[in-house]
């Protein structure tokens, strides 16, 4: 924290400096569901923090259920006393929120490099799984794809409605896959685009894909695998706030519509040597071989990290490009891991199961412990589709059996920590088991 005291200091004072208007920063971590916690600062306060004072908030906070609630969670929550945890500032997301009312800032925060880190905060968990790799002589450069819909802000009957199409309030005449909805729906991509880039987010590529109001979004190549998983996440964020502004409502849910395409999030892993070489192309790709078949190993196991919920187990299977098996293929998307046609320097996988809704430090943890046990193991992976479209394994569709999977693989528990697997798999099973305890309406109607 000492270390950086001077920079962080003078980023809060350039800050103050060049937004004199701002009075308050929101200070902000990921929790295991994957969404945001904090406090809200005055900014002269966080210029003492950024000095040196302390700064700490609940440690259980990082254990809140998707609607926000606690579970017993072990000793964790109800037999500990609800401890604070030490937190630091991360340098270089001090960035102005332009999508509120009033004035506002925001401010990354973490528990990875204090003397006490969370277990099993997201954010560690990945800082533990870098931290590892590079101590093998192993580099990641990482970006993300994240599929989003955009509907009426408006909930009819507490369902979601077609996003309004300036030209026609008919979904069936949004030209799905064509460059026209782009022009149609300028002015709230266009915001966007521009919020995520003044929140220091490198975006790349835009495209209309095939839902009604769905879009998908591409984030530039990082070697700083905790800086791109923080664009991902900074993204969903800005992205939402900035539909409300322009009449929308932005949602990376996993499967909003039954009978169109679910969003998902893809990433793009290569992995290089210290000299920049890259560790996947060297003989003749036999490294990318043993990576994807580590990938295809764990990847049953990971299921409650890539369909993190009830809803995101109803994309896999259903539409275009979404697997059932764990599988891989060159130039294929409907395979799990596709291998990009590219040159040597460029070769990577490319993991498409995650749903957009999950929680970016784990999915791009998970990937990172399945290629580095690929490569320990050097096994050769199964048939790609384009040589058998039947090849696969088979994974886990429905959470519990999925947790129990998760909760028993010893190299997950290594790669990932074994107090983090047990906290995540305890924060899933109760979630989705409170996520249960209602009675909807087609019940009634079949068994009343």
């Given at each position: 924290?000492?270390?950086?005291?001077?920079?962080?200091?003078?980023?809060?004072?350039?800050?103050?400096?060049?937004?004199?208007?701002?009075?308050?920063?929101?200070?902000?971590?990921?929790?295991?569901?994957?969404?945001?916690?904090?406090?809200?600062?005055?900014?002269?306060?966080?210029?003492?923090?950024?000095?040196?004072?302390?700064?700490?908030?609940?440690?259980?906070?990082?254990?809140?259920?998707?609607?926000?609630?606690?579970?017993?969670?072990?000793?964790?929550?109800?037999?500990?006393?609800?401890?604070?945890?030490?937190?630091?500032?991360?340098?270089?997301?001090?960035?102005?929120?332009?999508w509120e009312a009033q004035p506002l800032g925001q401010m990354l925060?973490?528990?990875?490099?204090?003397?006490?880190?969370?277990?099993?905060?997201?954010?560690?968990?990945?800082?533990?799984?870098?931290?590892?790799?590079?101590?093998?002589?192993?580099?990641?450069?990482?970006?993300?794809?994240?599929?989003?819909?955009?509907?009426?802000?408006?909930?009819?009957?507490?369902?979601?409605?077609?996003?309004?199409?300036?030209?026609?309030?008919?979904?069936?005449?949004?030209?799905?896959?064509?460059?026209?909805?782009?022009?149609?729906?300028?002015?709230?991509?266009?915001?966007?685009?521009?919020?995520?880039?003044?929140?220091?987010?490198?975006?790349?590529?835009?495209?209309?894909?095939?839902?009604?109001?769905?879009?998908?979004?591409?984030?530039?190549?990082?070697?700083?695998?905790?800086?791109?998983?923080?664009?991902?996440?900074l993204f969903c964020r800005s992205t939402r706030g900035v539909a409300?502004?322009?009449?929308?409502?932005?949602?990376?849910?996993?499967?909003?519509?039954?009978?169109?395409?679910?969003?998902?999030?893809?990433?793009?892993?290569?992995?290089?040597?210290?000299?920049?070489?890259?560790?996947?192309?060297?003989?003749?790709?036999?490294?990318?071989?043993?990576?994807?078949?580590?990938?295809?190993?764990?990847?049953?196991?990971?299921?409650?990290?890539?369909?993190?919920?009830?809803?995101?187990?109803?994309?896999?299977?259903?539409?275009?490009?979404?697997?059932?098996?764990?599988?891989?293929?060159?130039?294929?998307?409907?395979?799990?891991?596709?291998?990009?046609?590219?040159?040597?320097?460029?070769?990577?996988?490319?993991?498409?199961?995650?749903?957009?809704?999950?929680?970016?430090?784990?999915?791009?943890?998970?990937?990172?412990?399945?290629?580095?046990?690929?490569?320990?193991?050097?096994?050769?992976?199964?048939?790609?589709?384009?040589?058998?479209?039947?090849?696969?394994?088979?994974?886990?569709?429905?959470?519990?059996?999925?947790?129990?999977?998760?909760?028993?693989?010893?190299?997950?528990?290594?790669?990932?920590?074994?107090?983090?697997?047990?906290?995540?798999?305890?924060?899933?099973?109760?979630?989705?088991?409170?996520?249960?305890?209602?009675?909807?309406?087609?019940e009634y109607r079949w068994y009343l």
């Open positions: 924290m000492k270390s950086h005291s001077s920079t962080l200091l003078a980023e809060v004072r350039t800050f103050r400096q060049n937004h004199p208007d701002v009075r308050y920063v929101d200070l902000i971590s990921l929790d295991i569901p994957g969404r945001f916690y904090g406090k809200r600062y005055p900014v002269e306060m966080l210029e003492k923090v950024a000095a040196g004072s302390p700064l700490k908030l609940p440690q259980n906070a990082v254990l809140l259920g998707a609607q926000g609630g606690l579970f017993k969670i072990g000793d964790y929550c109800f037999h500990d006393g609800d401890p604070d945890a030490s937190r630091r500032l991360v340098p270089g997301t001090l960035k102005p929120v332009s925060i973490t528990s990875d490099g204090t003397e006490a880190p969370i277990e099993f905060e997201p954010r560690e968990v990945l800082a533990k799984v870098l931290e590892r790799l590079h101590g093998k002589g192993i580099h990641p450069v990482v970006a993300f794809e994240l599929e989003f819909y955009l509907f009426d802000r408006k909930l009819a009957d507490g369902l979601p409605q077609f996003a309004r199409d300036p030209l026609s309030d008919d979904p069936d005449d949004q030209p799905t896959l064509h460059i026209e909805r782009l022009s149609r729906f300028a002015p709230v991509l266009d915001d966007m685009v521009q919020t995520a880039q003044a929140q220091g987010i490198d975006i790349t590529v835009i495209t209309a894909e095939l839902g009604p109001g769905q879009f998908e979004i591409n984030f530039g190549h990082l070697d700083d695998g905790l800086r791109a998983a923080d664009w991902a996440a409300l502004k322009h009449g929308y409502r932005a949602s990376f849910m996993a499967k909003p519509y039954l009978q169109h395409p679910g969003s998902g999030m893809h990433v793009h892993v290569s992995l290089y040597d210290a000299a920049g070489n890259n560790l996947l192309a060297a003989h003749q790709q036999q490294p990318l071989r043993h990576a994807v078949a580590g990938c295809l190993e764990l990847l049953p196991h990971c299921m409650p990290i890539f369909s993190p919920n009830h809803n995101a187990f109803r994309r896999l299977g259903g539409t275009v490009n979404a697997a059932t098996k764990a599988c891989w293929g060159y130039e294929d998307r409907d395979a799990c891991v596709r291998i990009p046609e590219s040159d040597p320097r460029n070769l990577r996988i490319e993991h498409r199961l995650a749903s957009a809704d999950a929680n970016p430090y784990l999915v791009l943890a998970a990937i990172l412990v399945g290629l580095e046990h690929g490569l320990e193991a050097a096994c050769d992976p199964i048939a790609p589709l384009n040589e058998d479209r039947d090849s696969g394994h088979d994974f886990p569709l429905e959470m519990l059996e999925a947790v129990r999977a998760m909760q028993q693989q010893p190299a997950l528990r290594e790669g990932l920590g074994a107090e983090f697997v047990d906290v995540y798999c305890e924060n899933k099973r109760q979630d989705h088991l409170a996520f249960q305890q209602e009675i909807n309406a087609r």
